[in-house]
C-alpha cells in the first residue's frame, strides 16, 4: 500500500519527484501520512488520525501547532539553511533600497514615460531621489543562524561595519562567521551604534515585538529597520511612532499587514524572500528527503520537535518508534516490556531533546498489539510507532 502524503502549499517538483512508486500524492488531507507545508496555518486544521509527519520547505514553523504535534508523537521537520540565500539577497537589496531611492526614480520614470524630453528633465529631477551608499555604515545583526551569518558576511564584503548578536549561536555558525564581524553580547551596542539593524530570529514568545518602543529610544536618529523574519517580532504601533518621529528612517519589511501598509517610510515586499527558484528547489528536496527517511526508517534529522536519531535499516523483524517525556526509567520499562513478552532487543537508539525524548528498539520478532497497548500505558509515552522490517 502506498504511503500518502498531503501538500499545503505548492511544492517545488524538484522535491515532488524525489518521492518513489511507494508513495502517492493526495488531495485530502485526512488520509494522509506525512504533509509538506510551507506557510499554510495550521493551527485551526484538524491533524488526521494517521499522520506521522509534517515537512515544513522552509526555516520558521511558526505556523505549525508544534506542542500539540508533540504530544500526538507527530514529528515535525524544516529545512535549515536551505532558502538563507534567497532571504540574504533579499535583505541585501533591502538595505539598497533603503540607502537610495530607487523607489522613487522608477514611479518618477513611469509617471514621466511621455514626457519627450524625458532624457533632459530626468537631470534637472534627479537631485530628489539621491541617497547615500551602505560602504562604512554600521549594520547591526540580531539572530546568526543560517540567514544572519550570510547577510552578516556579505555586508562586510561590501563595506560595511557589522555587529552581530546571538546569544545562542551555534557552533557551526559561529564558523562561518566572517572575523570582520564584530560579535556583540549586548543588544544595546547594536541599536546604540547601528545605521542599519536587520532582525533573523524565529518568533518565539521571548522574542514577540522586541523590536519596540525601549529598543527605538536606544537607536540612532534615522535608523533602518530591516525585518525579513515575521511581523511579529516588531510592535506596529511603536514602529509607527518611530516613523513619524523620524525616529526610524524607513521600514523595510517581507510582512505587510493592514498597520504596515499604511505607515509612512515603508517598503515592503510580499513574503518574497524564500520565493527564489534555488530556494524552493533546495526546500523541497531537503523536506521531501527528510520526510522519506522518517517514514521509511524511522530516522530523524532536522527536526524542531523530537531529537535527532539515526539508525541503520532494520536488524529485527520490526522496529518500534516510541515517543516519550524525557524522564528516568523511560528505556528500563519499554526493556521490561518486550523482556516479560519474550522479545528480543538485536538494536536500540535513545536520544532525547529538552522535555522529550525518542527510541528506536529492533525487536527479533513481529510484536503483538498487547505489547504495544502495554508500552502505551506506560506513563508519559505519546506515541508506539510498528514499523515491519522490509
Ligand atoms: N522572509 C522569508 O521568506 C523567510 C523568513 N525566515 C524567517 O527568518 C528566521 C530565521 O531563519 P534562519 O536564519 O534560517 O533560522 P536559524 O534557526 O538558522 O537562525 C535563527 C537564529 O536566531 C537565534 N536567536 C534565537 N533567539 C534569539 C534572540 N532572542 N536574540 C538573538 N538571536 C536569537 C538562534 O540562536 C539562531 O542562531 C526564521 O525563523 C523565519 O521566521 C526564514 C526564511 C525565509
Ligand atoms: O522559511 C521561512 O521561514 C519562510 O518564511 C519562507 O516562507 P515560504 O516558504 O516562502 O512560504
Known amino acids: 500500500m502506498s504511503r500518502k502524503i498531503h501538500c499545503l502549499n505548492p511544492i517545488s517538483q524538484t522535491g515532488l519527484k524525489l518521492l518513489t512508486a511507494d508513495y502517492e500524492l493526495t488531495d485530502k488531507a485526512e488520509e494522509a501520512e506525512g504533509i509538506l507545508v510551507r506557510s499554510a496555518s495550521m493551527h485551526e486544521m484538524e491533524l488526521p488520525a494517521g499522520l506521522e509527519a509534517i515537512a515544513r520547505a522552509g526555516a520558521g514553523v511558526n505556523n ?58 530626468m537631470e534637472k529631477s534627479k537631485k530628489k531621489f539621491a541617497g547615500t551608499e551602505i560602504k562604512g555604515k554600521r549594520l547591526g545583526v540580531i539572530g546568526l543562524g543560517a ?11 561590501l563595506g560595511m561595519k557589522v555587529y552581530g548578536y546571538d546569544p545562542f549561536i551555534s557552533v557551526n555558525g559561529a564558523w562561518q562567521l566572517s572575523p ?3 560579535h556583540v553580547t549586548d543588544l544595546d551596542d547594536i541599536y546604540k551604534n547601528c545605521d542599519y539593524i536587520t532582525v533573523h530570529v524565529p518568533l518565539l514568545d521571548s522574542t514577540r515585538e522586541m523590536i519596540n518602543k525601549d529598543a527605538f529610544a536606544k537607536m540612532k536618529d534615522g535608523v533602518v529597520i530591516l525585518n525579513y523574519a515575521r511581523d511579529l517580532l516588531v510592535n506596529d ?13 524607513r521600514y523595510m519589511t517581507d510582512f505587510p499587514n493592514p498597520k504596515v501598509t499604511h505607515m509612512p517610510g515603508v517598503i515592503a ?24 527517511d522518517y517514514l521509511e526508517t524511522g530516522s530523524i534529522r532536522n527536526s524542531v520537535n523530537y531529537p ?10 520490526c522496529r518500534l518508534c516510541i515517543f516519550n517525556v524525557n524522564k528516568p526509567n523511560m528505556i528500563g520499562q519499554f526493556a521490561s516490556v518486550l523482556a516479560e513478552e519474550g522479545v528480543n532487543i538485536p538494536d536500540m537508539q535513545n536520544k532525547s531533546k529538552g522535555e522529550v525524548a525518542y527510541t528506536i528498539m529492533d525487536a527479533d520478532q513481529e510484536v503483538s498489539q498487547r505489547v504495544v497497548d502495554r508500552l502505551m500505558e ?13
Not at 280 to 289: L, P
Open 64 to 121: 505549525i501547532p508544534l506542542d500539540k504535534c508533540t504530544e500526538k508523537g507527530i514529528v515535525v521537520f524544516n529545512t535549515p539553511g536551505a532558502n538563507a540565500n534567497g532571504v540574504k539577497e533579499l535583505v541585501l537589496a533591502g538595505m539598497l533600497m533603503a540607502a537610495r531611492d530607487i523607489n522613487g526614480g522608477i514611479e518618477w520614470v513611469k509617471e514621466n514615460k511621455e514626457d519627450a524630453n524625458i532624457s533632459k528633465d
Open 378 to 390: 506506560i506513563d508519559g509515552v505519546y506515541k508506539v510507532r510498528v514499523m515491519k522490517a522490509e
Open 147 to 157: 540567514i544572519g551569518v550570510q547577510v552578516a558576511n556579505a555586508a562586510a564584503d
Open 180 to 182: 570582520f564581524i564584530e
Open 269 to 292: 515586499t510580499p513574503h518574497l524572500g524564500a520565493s527564489t527558484a534555488e530556494s524552493e528547489d533546495n526546500c523541497a528536496e531537503m523536506a521531501v528527503k527528510e520526510l522519506m
Open 237 to 249: 504601533d511603536d514602529m509607527l511612532e518611530a516613523l513619524e518621529s523620524g525616529k526610524v528612517h
Open 308 to 317: 535527532a536519531c539515526e539508525m541503520p535499516p532494520c536488524r529485527g523483524a
